[in-house]
């Protein structure tokens, strides 16, 4: 642990234990670098670290002070571990929700792409220009399926970097992560089967269950743990699972990560039972810690992991460029590729590839990660400031979404329909779930720039929430 990571530990301890409440200005910088023995530098990166976690905020002109942090959300108990949904109908409505999103006087909290701005676009459309200028009748056909042999290489040395051994030749590139993680559910799935998912699940999960005419069976999901590793394994000696799609890193909607043991005890039961895992792992490089966490393909021994992300959340979203990992299921992945899209745009593949090539991916991740700490810290300061107390949201240590938990007899549906008609946008807790249990439950993008338009919008709900009517247990 370096020494500013050790001060940052130090001052974390001091605010659980009480010494500094919510609200009291910390030593100035010269003052904790002196108390300390450190330099005025160590104090800074100390700081700026205890910022991006929330446990503290900076005034312009005045100092650090403790953040409120608001009460976090406990491990859901109310309703089934277990849900099975025969028929998985819900694209309408997440169709519904979404396009709400699209318009610039509706404030986007229900969106599920991070702020535009985030990203290098100067930079991409130059690599898009340069690639451009050099492509052939004969780049095409060298780029069909599994992909840009310049840019699978690049992931696979990125793998490296984390210490996992991922072969170029067991990465296909897709059409954004979607295309990956349907893919991955096609090869390894029939029309029928039956499929584990996350409760609550990432929607899209959702729709493709729906599109390919699958049976889900819900696990319920700590919203900072994970997928509860029991109530999975009870699943699997009692229907004939044949995948388990899940997301072991800030997971959406709750945020959840996986700790390294449950990973290890995850893979281990399906390892014993032969049973794919789907790792939909698009927002592994939004993590607000030290290192990234590794995924489980890390401990992939027999091939039976597909890992797919995307550069869609991180570096370039409208280029719709991902990738799977597919270990020994690769060669159907490509034949299912070549029988419905053909390949991935060739022209984008070409652009990120060329600027992965020419350096400086590192530093905008770096700073993304800075900025989207920074942000969901400065959302869960107004979340604190205006909401009700009985209001529970999650702590998650890395994306860009908070799941917030209302009373149960309250419902999200109606904050959602009356925050949208005052220009308000929530991704209410029913696009999550084929059932019930997420009624009371939403999701906020913390994505954004923060500003007065956007505490107002906090304010918006904090009223709405307020006005809500406790709801019968037939109606709810």
């Known amino acids: 642990m370096t020494r500013y990571e050790q001060l940052a530990q130090q001052i974390r301890e001091q605010i659980q234990n009480r010494v500094w409440r919510a609200g009291d200005k910390l030593p100035s910088l010269r003052e904790s670098g002196k108390r300390a023995g450190l330099s005025l530098m160590t104090v800074v990166q100390s700081y700026q670290l205890l910022e991006s976690q929330g446990w503290i905020v900076a005034r312009p002109q005045s100092g650090y002070y403790v953040a409120a942090r608001p009460q976090p959300l406990p491990q859901a108990e109310r309703g089934e571990k277990l849900l099975l949904s025969e028929q998985v109908d819900i694209n309408a409505f997440i169709f519904d929700v979404l396009q709400a999103c699209k318009d610039p006087d509706i404030v986007p909290f229900g969106s599920a792409f991070p702020d535009a701005t985030l990203f290098v676009q100067p930079k991409l459309a130059r690599a898009l ?4 200028r050099k492509f052939t009748p004969h780049s095409s056909l060298a780029n069909l399926p599994p992909g840009n042999d310049a840019l699978r290489r690049n992931i696979a040395q990125r793998y490296a970097l984390s210490g996992m051994q991922v072969a170029p030749d067991e990465i296909v590139i897709t059409a954004g992560a979607m295309e990956s993680l349907s893919l991955s559910l096609q090869a ?4 029928g089967d039956y499929v584990a998912i996350e409760s609550p699940a990432f929607y899209g999960a959702l729709q493709a269950l729906e599109r ?3 049976k889900a069976v819900a696990i319920a999901t700590h919203p900072q ?9 009870q699943a699997l000696t009692q229907y004939p699972i044949k995948a388990c799609w899940l997301m072991t890193h800030f997971q959406n909607p709750q945020g959840a990560s996986m700790p390294e043991v449950n990973k290890q005890r995850l893979v281990t039961m399906l390892r014993q039972r032969q049973i794919a895992l789907i790792e939909d792992d698009v927002y592994g490089e939004l ?4 290192e990234r966490p590794l995924p489980a393909k890390a401990l992939d021994s027999d091939g039976h992991i597909l890992h797919c992300s995307s550069f869609s959340k991180c570096l370039a979203p409208g280029f719709r460029v991902g990738w799977v ?10 034949r299912l590729q070549l029988m419905s899209t053909v390949s991935a745009s060739v022209p984008t593949q070409l652009a990120i590839a060329d600027y992965l090539l020419h350096g400086g991916y590192d530093t905008h991740l770096r700073r993304l990660r800075r900025l989207l700490a920074q942000r969901q810290s400065a959302m869960r300061q107004a979340i604190a400031q205006h909401f009700p107390p009985t209001v529970k949201v999650s702590q998650p240590d890395g994306g860009y979404f908070l799941w917030l938990e209302l009373e149960p007899s309250l419902s999200a549906m109606e904050l959602y329909q009356r925050a949208l008609a005052l220009g308000v946008s929530i991704a209410p807790g029913r696009m999550f779930t084929t059932g019930n249990h997420f009624n009371h439950c939403f999701r906020l ?5 923060w500003n007065d338009r956007l505490d107002a919008a906090i304010a918006t709900l904090a009223s709405l929430i307020r006005a809500l009517k406790p709801q019968s247990a037939s109606s709810a």
């Open 129 to 132: 220009s340069s690639v451009a």
């Open 212 to 214: 390919l005419r699958l």
């Open 188 to 191: 390894v799935t029939q029309p």
């Open 325 to 334: 990992a597919a270990g020994q299921h690769a060669p159907q992945i490509q």
């Open 287 to 290: 993590y607000f810690s030290a």
């Open 225 to 233: 743990y994970g997928i509860d590793l029991a109530s999975l394994e």
């Open 445 to 449: 993008n913390a994505s954004f720039e």
